[in-house]
């Protein structure tokens, strides 16, 4: 499955608009407040990968399902809770695409 926030895959032609999709996580345990900033602050990046990592597995299942073998034009949005929980929403179009030909001659 190709994933892209551009509109269009070069090499590629885009045979069908299928659906809108998207893939939502949030972190599992709270952020925990730490007097040394650079472990805060580390901690942060690390919940935030991860949360990111699932939501990225959302969207390619969700795009599966359609039978989509590619998600163009996506847009990943992060939260950030008052009460330290992480947020991440990302959406984008379900495509079918085809290799482009190409002339060898």
Same mark, same amino acid.
């Given at each position: 499955?190709? $994933?892209?926030?551009?509109?269009?895959?070069?090499?590629?032609? &885009?045979?069908?608009? &299928?659906? /809108?999709?998207?893939?939502?996580?949030?972190?599992?345990q709270?952020?925990?407040?730490?007097f040394?900033m650079?472990?805060?602050?580390d901690?942060?990046?690390?919940? &935030?990968?991860?949360?990111?990592?699932?939501?990225?597995e959302? $969207?390619?299942?969700?795009?599966?399902? $359609?039978?989509?073998?590619?998600?163009?034009? &996506?847009k990943?949005? /992060?939260?950030?809770?008052?009460?330290?929980?992480?947020?991440?929403?990302?959406?984008?179009?379900?495509?079918? /695409? $085809?290799?482009?030909?190409?002339?060898?001659?």
């Amino acid at each position: 499955m190709i $994933l892209t926030t551009t509109n269009s895959i070069e090499g590629f032609t &885009i045979a069908e608009y &299928i659906d /809108i999709v998207s893939g939502t996580a949030v972190n599992a345990q709270k952020m925990t407040m730490t007097f040394n900033m650079q472990k805060f602050y580390d901690g942060i990046s690390e919940s &935030i990968d991860e949360v990111k990592t699932k939501a990225f597995e959302h $969207l390619k299942e969700n795009a599966d399902k $359609l039978n989509a073998n590619a998600v163009v034009g &996506i847009k990943v949005d /992060i939260d950030f809770t008052a009460s330290n929980f992480i947020t991440v929403f990302i959406s984008g179009t379900a495509v079918k /695409i $085809l290799k482009t030909r190409t002339n060898n001659g």
